[in-house]
């Protein structure tokens, strides 16, 4: 299970600056579509083997006495789910009243806070503040440069310290998550799917709060489902913060091979739905839709042909994934989901022969050239595949530059209408013939 850092700190001390200094060695499937806008406040990053989810929070100010609301919630919230926190400072300047806020803010925490002296860029002066900034009564205190790069590698090391690769359980076993908004009828998923089967093997407590993997039989097989409704621990207020609340399907995302999309069949999809969905993809899971709720529309027949309609203009970036429409309250065709759930799976760790996988790349690229540019054009010399979870396949070609993005789709069509991949995402890499075989992209 991965772990959670969050960055906390005051307007301008430079938090956005130092989490996208983090991440920049991430790569991850990037969804470069139109509509699928959102504010990166999560990413992942890896140091020495070691990965963790890292969140910004945006900056705490008093003002005039006057605490903005949601903001604190954020905060509460980031710091609520996370394993160590990093308080960033500006080392130039000295402590604020938003500092010292913030501070007794962490005091009533029991995690680990690292004190991140930004701005500092050069040896003299952080020699002349880092004691200064002892005063604030937090263990570590690390002079840092985030513009310069300066003092990263030491706080990524302190990071990541007590940070281990633990294996999780029961690999063997189908996890899939309930992900999606907050009252879209994800526990009365759950609820109706243990009660279907009636053979719950065991409840243990998840590695997230507030969340629960229930183990359960299902035609004699055993899976884990991971239940991610509610923060209960605030309340309502909590999930009026989409975007923070957010950190929990993160967590479940992770944890699972597939995630079950669920949308209100009332409320219909808005732009959260689609986040929701855009960071199970990034992770490379396994991918169900559920439109929930399907007991309070009338004129089903109609409503079906208007929802997949929708669901193809709104999620053009994964018309792959199946579609479910069901009622947890009633349990009416709630036996259509879980084979979809397994397709989903299987589909996430299929792996094509190499021989067949040329043969239809070969003709693909006869019936339909790759366009030229300035007289140039691409050519293909050899196609395999090269991972899973999700299925990963490189083209070894002369020039990757000349890849225009419609072949590219192309390409992916063609994998796809002649193996089965329906339900995950797919990765397509393009090397240079010759090149070496890291990641070039």
């Known amino acids: 299970m991965k772990k959670t850092v969050c960055l906390i700190g005051r307007p301008n001390v430079g938090k956005s600056t130092l989490f996208n200094r983090l991440i920049k060695e991430n790569k991850s499937i990037i969804l470069d579509t139109p509509g699928v806008t959102r504010d990166r ?16 929070t945006g900056g705490i100010d008093l003002g005039d006495g006057d605490f903005n609301k949601d903001i604190k919630i954020q905060a509460e919230i980031a710091i609520a789910e996370s394993d160590v926190i990093v308080f960033i400072v500006d080392g130039r300047s000295d402590l604020t009243s938003n500092d010292l806020y913030i501070r007794d ?10 004190v991140a002296l930004n701005k500092l860029d050069n040896l003299n002066m952080q020699e002349e503040r880092i004691y200064y900034y002892y005063e604030l009564g937090f263990e570590y205190v690390i002079p840092i440069s985030a513009t310069h790069n300066l003092g990263i ?74 239940d991610t409704a509610g923060m209960r621990k605030k309340g309502r207020i909590y999930e009026s913060i989409e975007k923070y609340s957010l950190l929990r399907s993160l967590k479940a995302i992770d944890r699972a091979d597939v995630c079950v999309l669920v949308i209100d069949a009332k409320e219909g999809i808005i732009e959260h739905d689609k986040h929701i969905a855009s960071y199970a993809i990034e992770a490379g899971k396994g ?77 693909a690229t006869e019936l339909h050239e790759a366009p030229g540019y300035k007289g140039k054009k691409l050519k293909i010399y ?60």
């Open 41 to 56: 406040i999560y990413g992942d990053v890896t140091y020495e083997d070691k990965t963790f989810l890292l969140v910004d």
């Open 105 to 114: 803010m962490l005091m009533k925490t029991n995690k680990k806070v690292i």
């Open 153 to 226: 590698g030491e706080l990524l090391e302190e990071i990541t310290k007590d940070f281990t690769t633990s294996q999780e359980l029961d690999e063997d076993i189908l996890k899939f998550c309930i992900i999606g908004r907050p009252n879209v009828g994800k526990s009365s998923l759950v609820n109706a799917l243990l009660n279907e089967e009636r053979s719950i093997v065991s409840d243990v407590a998840g590695t997230t709060r507030d969340s629960l993997d229930t183990k359960f039989k299902y035609n004699n097989e055993e899976y884990i489902v991971i």
């Open 287 to 363: 991918l169900v839709l559920v439109v929930n709720k399907w007991d309070t529309i009338e004129n089903k027949d109609q409503a079906i042909h208007d929802w997949k309609l929708l669901l193809k203009n709104e999620f053009q970036f994964m018309t792959y994934a199946k579609v479910v429409f069901l009622s947890a309250l009633t349990k009416k065709r709630l036996h259509t989901l879980m084979p979809e759930i397994i397709s989903a799976y299987e589909n996430n760790h299929r792996e094509v022969k190499t021989s067949l996988l040329n043969n239809v790349i070969n003709d």
């Open 382 to 441: 050899f196609s395999s595949q090269t991972g899973i979870c999700p299925p990963k396949f490189t083209f070894r070609c002369n020039n990757k530059g000349l890849v225009h993005f419609s072949y590219e789709r192309y390409l992916e069509n063609t994998i796809r209408n002649n193996f089965d991949f329906t339900g995950t995402p797919i990765i397509l890499q393009f090397k240079n013939r010759g090149s070496k075989d890291e990641d070039d992209e």
